[in-house]
């Protein structure tokens, strides 16, 4: 029961890295702040470029953690059989967390699609633009994803008598725009200088 303690805490853990990676990578790929901060962006093309794939590769794989359903993973359905088996979960809530887990099918049939032919295998076909218009996930359906996995994860830990916070403390989106704010007064007085100097 331990190590399925500490399993579960690995998820809580995830989730918070899960909730900072898709706020950041929605502040910089999202028109408004793009089109508010792009000059800055491309000022630091070879940051912001992978930073953007790098936020949006661990959301995916973190939302894929959280729902496989191989026996040798820590996924929420894993740690609910187990739970389940152990008599710790009566099969009355084991049973309704399978079904929520279950109207997200939809949507995790597109994050596997883009997770096994783009990230974390990458098949000659079809190519990556591809990949994402037959997949057809987007940033609302990864939203709603990790919104839902958070209230599973959240109601599992009830019935384990283990806290989850519903929401998140801090704020990525609102560090990351500071950031960008900040680069960009830095860019202008250092633009601002150089006219100065010439």
């Known amino acids: ?14 989730l918070r890295a899960s909730q900072c990676h898709f ?17 800055t962006m491309n000022s630091y093309l070879y940051f912001f470029s992978p930073a953007i794939s790098a936020h949006f590769v661990a959301l995916v794989t973190a939302l894929f953690i959280f729902h496989d ?41 597109k994050l596997r699609f883009i997770r096994h032919k783009v990230i974390a295998h990458r098949s000659r076909s079809p190519t990556y633009n591809e990949a994402f218009r037959k ?26 008598g283990e806290d989850v916070p519903t929401s998140f403390i801090g704020s990525p989106d609102g560090d990351t725009r500071q950031l960008l704010e900040d680069l960009r007064a830095f860019r202008a007085a250092r633009f601002a200088k150089l006219e100065i100097s010439s």
């Open 1 to 14: 029961m331990i190590k399925q303690r500490s399993q579960f805490q690995e998820l809580v853990n995830l």
């Open 23 to 39: 706020q950041i990578w929605w502040v910089l790929k999202n028109e408004t702040d793009r089109k508010r901060f792009v000059r």
């Open 69 to 109: 359903s191989d026996e040798r993973s820590v996924g929420i359905p894993v740690l609910l059989q187990s739970w389940e088996k152990s008599g710790k979960i009566d099969r009355a809530n084991a049973d309704g967390l399978r079904c929520r887990i279950g109207q997200l099918e939809p949507l995790l049939k």
């Open 135 to 160: 997949a057809s996930l987007t940033p609302d359906n990864l939203q709603e994803l990790l919104t839902q996995t958070c209230a599973i994860l959240h109601d599992l830990g009830r019935l384990i």
